[in-house]
């Protein structure tokens, strides 16, 4: 087998990502590698964890990358902070609230979840309510769920756990930089996100932070690895289930004993410092107004193609929308030409909604004008193929009436 | 935090790895992303498999990558192969011995080891004695080990494995593509890598791969996600204990049901691709060929500067070298010179020989005439700084020989 040097097709991707990254991060992302404890690549990396405080309004020290997708981060943090038989509440309302019972079960939690319909989200009463009953040491759940599109509102609910003495941990991934966020102002324990929506980078590296409460728990399972272990090297608690998203061992490589854990993924490490470094040049306010703009001229457009969001609209998320594909409308087909005919990627989606709706993103470097304008014009084309009748001109007009 | 654009220093990185990595690999991974599903993205991970499999010397139709760094490879291999209570036997020549131990330990595997000293390696008669007196269910080990730059013999073990009915796993991160390796002529059942050594790539993408006799052990313990399960998904088996590491899921995601699972780290993936494409335009035989030259130049550099070739050389790695630190000189003194007035790294030591030997690679884009010549020269003048007395000329002199 012969292969040729990768070449992929131009694509504007508009789902609910990854979304086309900014070329900007890939360019830092081709930078050349440094030695692990070269004393630039240790400056780089307490820069780089400087910077995610900042996207994260934190102080928190314990702020560092997980070496993976968003999901490792997830992992990481519920197996760092949940031991066998603890007792966990996660609100379910949509396929992330699944995804993140589904790991606490395997770290061997006792995993509580409550529901609500997609489409919508909790009330701050509903999730006490359930803190009261199960009495869990941690709440999980994500911020934003793209396979809904809603953005499940948080600030209330540190409070809430503070009271309850339960440690807060929320999933940031499809949410952050692109809708408000304040870790420390909102009290959450532990967050987890990944660079491939809002923040324009590829899938790969997972920003976490940890407040002291949730450091606290994972300094008494603290267990130096045997080939490194140095004399005082103490080992309390239960070992963590694992080695490679034991946080309190990636906080030793990150922190100024610089025990050696993994290797570095250097090169993601480049991608994700660019995505903080440009969202943070950009400011956080203004990447959040952006994303508000943005989406606001997608909603206002699909509506003008004559088609209907899904979802508690007061709820949505900045950067995705879901609309509900129309009766006798083949949603895959008008997907597939999107693609072939003008290189637009949408989305399809999961469970409840499959077959139901498309998801259009508007995140990260994709949040731009021209790429909602061009999607708007391109999905007119497609429905008409397929059948449908939008009026000509009509979704590009109500978005421009946004930008107006 | 006002963060300037990435710009590293100039390094030629001549440690055991991470090495500074094929310009060709930077720039693939700059490459546009395109969407999870998109017909070109499934068409390049079944192109990648197909790499990988040539790579590894397989027709494993298991031959993924683990989105992580190398211990993520291993620790999915070992989650996935082992319950929690099996019996695993872990022959250990160094420190990445010591961490399968403790990956299988976190498993819940009930782990025995076996160690021989720091740079020598096992008989094929010692090991067997230890599968018959453990009887475990895998044997665990790494092909080559950095910490004592030694290469385990591994065309014996897969027989003598076969025999017991033990499955054989091998973590090839250090050796592979500059040492010699059959899987299916060796009858191996699993093996794990990474790019940053002989690959000549960045670390953060773990190229696995199963036999079918491995794949029968994972097929057990099935379970398809919350979130995306449909009529028809039985969950067989006890469950596995990391999501992120579950390799039925994860074959679920690069298999023909592309079930969505993490989303795939694009840009590491175009850069495992172009590492294993660069290496088979080269050709296996080749590559090994070439590490074998540019290990001898610089083992005989090295000697030509009155240094000691640390452990058992017939057993040595063609792609790294230990060298004990002459009396009297200061260890981290010349490595911090070479870094500081040459950009050159050279690697320090883990564990018994910390302190007592530095490591010296020749590896993937690094294994090349003016990088070992350059690293001697160097190493020649922090000698004579640092107070040892090298003959003038000597290192380069003994390099030159070899390539003569």
Redesign the interface.
Known sequence: ???E???????L?M?P?????D??V???????????F?P?MTD?MN?TQ??YR?VFRTRNDATVLV??????GI?AVL?SLLSPGDRVLVPVFG??G??L???A????AEVHTIETPWGTVFTPEQIEQAIVAVRPTLLALVQGDT?TTMNQPLADLGGICAEHGVLFYADLTASVGGNPFAMDDWRLDAVSA?L?KCLGG???SAPVSLSPAALAVIDGRRHV????REAGDVATGE???????DLGMILDYWGPRRL?????????L??A??C??LL??EGLDAAVDRHALHGAAMLAGVRGLGLTPFGDLAHKMHNVVAVEIPEGVNGDAVRAGL?TDYGI?IGTS??PLHGRVWRIGTMGYNARHDAVLLTLAALEQALREAGASPTPGAGVAAAKEVYA
Chains 1, 2 share one sequence.
């Open positions: 087998m012969t292969a040097p990768i070449h992929p097709p131009h694509r991707l789902g990502g990854p979304i086309t990254a070329p900007r890939l360019r830092a992302m081709s930078a050349a590698l440094v030695g692990q070269d630039w780089t820069e400087e910077l900042q070496d993976g997708t968003s999901r490792a992992e197996v396929r992330f699944h995804l019972a589904e790991i079960q395997r770290c061997g396979s990944g491939q590829p899938s790969g690895e045997a080939g490194i070992r963590i289930r694992s080695n490679y998203f050696n854990h993994h290797t570095e993924a250097t090169t993601m480049y991608g410092r660019e903080a470094r943070l040049q693609l990627e999961f469970g």
